[in-house]
């Protein structure tokens, strides 16, 4: 980004400020995206095949959903802007174990790195919607493109369209399915879609968009 003062103030650095602020201080069961039992992304990946298949967790956070992913076979790579939450995320849930890959930074990073390497299943959950610049989401959506290889999958749950407009004090954007396609371009298939309704632990219904995408051509 150039160093404009609005610039400064959603930079990459401070954008790791906060969510590593986040991770240290707060009890994961109070944070707004916590989820105890992960069976709404499980069912939803559905029949995608997990065994064997290079899994990359965006903005995985403290997620469980890495463990269970793991157990089933699933070579887990493991992204987020904070290491905070990485490091404490692989101490609790043993990822060693599974020989998780690390992809440490900032997907909408219009530098080349973090550099992804190539997956057969991206998953995102609340992760996209915080990325707010056009620059750093045709970043974002470059990375997804480089990364997912021919006959894998995307999968997206984003704050869908009249839902949240801000999360952990930062703005977001929502998403439809036909916002995700549109910004995947005609190399990915929407598989299937549907809206979900996430409850904070605050008590806050937030509708979801959840989406699926199969790549079906590499141009
Ligand atoms: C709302 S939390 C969701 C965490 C996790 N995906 C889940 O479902 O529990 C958003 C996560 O994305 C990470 N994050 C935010 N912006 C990011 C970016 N540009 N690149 C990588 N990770 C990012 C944050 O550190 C945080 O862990």
Redesign the pocket.
């Known amino acids: 980004m150039s160093g404009a003062p609005q610039d400064q103030e959603n930079s990459?650095d401070r954008?790791v400020e906060?969510?590593d602020r986040?991770?240290a201080t707060k009890a994961e069961s109070t944070?707004?995206?916590?989820?105890a039992d992960f069976s709404t992304?499980l069912n939803f990946l559905g029949e995608v095949p997990i065994a064997g298949k290079r899994i990359f967790?965006?903005?995985?956070?403290?997620?469980g959903?890495a463990r269970k992913l793991a157990e089933r076979g699933g070579k887990v790579i493991l992204?987020?802007?904070?290491r905070v939450?990485i490091e404490k995320l692989i101490a609790r849930d043993h990822l060693d174990d599974f020989a998780a890959e690390l992809a440490v930074?900032?997907?909408?990073?219009i530098d080349e790195e973090p550099r992804i390497a190539t997956c057969d299943v991206w998953l995102?959950?609340?992760?996209l919607h915080?990325?707010y610049e056009d620059a750093?989401l045709a970043a974002?959506f470059k990375r997804v493109r480089a990364s997912v290889a021919l006959g894998g999958y995307a999968m997206f749950?984003e704050f869908a369209p009249g839902g949240a407009t801000k999360?952990?004090n930062l703005p977001t954007k929502q998403y439809s399915p036909a916002d995700l396609a549109e910004r995947l371009g005609s190399d990915f298939s929407l598989v299937r879609a549907q809206e979900t309704e996430y409850v904070t632990p605050g008590g806050n219904v937030r509708p979801y968009t959840f989406a699926l995408f199969h790549r079906v051509r590499v141009t």
């Open positions: 990459t954008s906060h969510w986040v991770y944070l707004g995206w916590y989820e992304t967790l965006a903005g995985v956070g403290l997620s959903v992204n987020d802007l904070s939450a930074g900032d997907l909408g990073s995102d959950r609340a992760v915080f990325i750093n974002y749950a999360c952990s």
